[in-house]
């Protein structure tokens, strides 16, 4: 780092990272379900300044999803229930992943299976394709209501769903975790001890909106997932517990509005970031987040964003507010 007061320019900072096997040009990356495949974003986001996208989950089979509304707003916050309403692995591939690849950014593929052989199915489709910098598996989307998505929060599960799909593919395996757990230690070590390559960490909290007018839920499901500022301490403290006690290369994930909150996560050892409803206020703000985290940088005098990375300084250790 410079001397105080020596000035940088800002495109002498590097942002490119490692995160596990998985190169990125910068930390940022679009989250799952927020940025649908990206196509529709162009018009909006030059997807080469960004990181990475993460497609919303696909299934095997094609599904309708939950009847609407599924959206609904809270003073800072979303609820969604969606319920993984995707085309199904055989039309993505034919017509939404080409056009990914086409985006000259690193491509995710998310994925939800409703068990080990469904994810077993969905990665050897995905294993014989190019253009795939990694596969994230969705283990807790908390939508689904039909038997699936159990194991998100069994940590045996988790780490017998991985032992398993770990050998299938060459692919770096990240796994969505859940933030719906009394500790999040005893789930992420359950998929790293599987075989997991990162953990991002992690998924939407368990939510609910009501009109107590019409005695309903505001969204048409019931309860939904919650995302937005409203959750960014409570995720921003999950990644750190993990990076922190595991080693595990994490994506941080909740809440992540600018570049003031993705540095924050990356602080606290978060080695990227996911950007997820923020991409509903402003379709352009992954690429704008990437020029405010170069600019901020370079003010603080600091060359390369990974020498950032876990560099928070607690001073005790995990304590309980009271
Ligand atoms: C409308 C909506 C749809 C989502 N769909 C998915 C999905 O299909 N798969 C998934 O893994 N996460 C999904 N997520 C969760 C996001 O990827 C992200 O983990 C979560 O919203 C927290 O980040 P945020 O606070 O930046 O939005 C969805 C979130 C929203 C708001």
């Given at each position: 780092m410079p001397p105080p007061g020596e000035s940088m320019n800002a495109s002498e900072v590097d942002l490119s990272v490692q995160i596990g096997p998985l190169s990125l040009k910068n930390p940022i990356v679009a989250a799952?379900?927020?940025?649908?495949?990206?196509?529709?974003?162009?018009?909006?986001?030059?997807?080469?300044?960004?990181?990475?996208?993460?497609?919303?989950?696909?299934?095997?089979?094609?599904?309708?999803?939950?009847?609407?509304?599924?959206?609904?707003?809270?003073?800072?916050?979303?609820?969604?229930?969606?319920?993984?309403?995707?085309?199904?692995?055989?039309?993505?591939?034919a017509r939404t992943l080409p056009a990914m690849r086409e985006l000259k950014t690193a491509v995710i593929v998310n994925i939800g299976g409703f068990d080990t052989g469904e994810f077993s199915r969905l990665l050897d489709a995905l294993e014989k394709e190019d253009g795939i910098a990694a596969i994230e598996?969705?283990?807790?989307?908390?939508?689904?209501?039909?038997?699936?998505?159990?194991?998100?929060?069994?940590?045996?599960?988790?780490?017998?769903?991985?032992?398993?799909?770990?050998?299938?593919?060459?692919?770096?395996?990240?796994?969505?975790?859940?933030?719906?757990?009394s500790d999040i230690l005893i789930v992420a070590r359950a998929a790293m001890d599987g075989g997991a390559d990162i953990l991002s960490v992690?998924?939407?909290?368990?939510?609910?909106?009501?009109?107590?007018?019409?005695?309903?839920?505001?969204?048409?499901?019931?309860t939904a997932g919650v995302s937005g500022p409203a959750i960014k301490p409570l995720s921003l403290r999950h990644a750190w517990v993990v990076a922190s006690n595991l080693k595990a290369p994490v994506m941080g994930i909740g809440g992540i509005m600018n570049a003031q909150d993705a540095l924050e996560y990356m602080v606290a050892g978060a080695a990227c970031v996911q950007v997820g409803t923020a991409n509903f206020v402003d379709p352009g703000v992954c690429a704008k987040i990437v020029e405010e985290m170069r600019s901020l940088l370079a003010e603080a005098g600091v060359r390369h964003v990974r020498d950032i990375i876990g560099t928070l300084q607690m001073p005790g250790g995990d304590a309980s507010p009271s």
């Open positions: 799952s379900g927020t940025v649908a495949y990206g196509d529709e974003m162009r018009s909006f986001l030059d997807w080469s300044q960004v990181g990475g996208i993460v497609g919303k989950t696909i299934t095997l089979k094609p599904r309708k999803g939950n009847v609407p509304p599924r959206t609904a707003e809270t003073p800072s916050g979303l609820l969604n229930s969606i319920g993984l309403q995707n085309e199904g692995i055989e039309s993505f591939l598996l969705n283990i807790s989307c908390p939508n689904v209501d039909d038997g699936g998505m159990f194991l998100d929060r069994d940590p045996d599960e988790i780490r017998s769903l991985l032992e398993s799909l770990r050998p299938m593919t060459r692919l770096p395996l990240i796994v969505k975790l859940t933030p719906n757990v992690a998924n939407t909290y368990f939510g609910l909106g009501v009109d107590w007018r019409t005695r309903k839920p505001i969204v048409a499901a019931g």
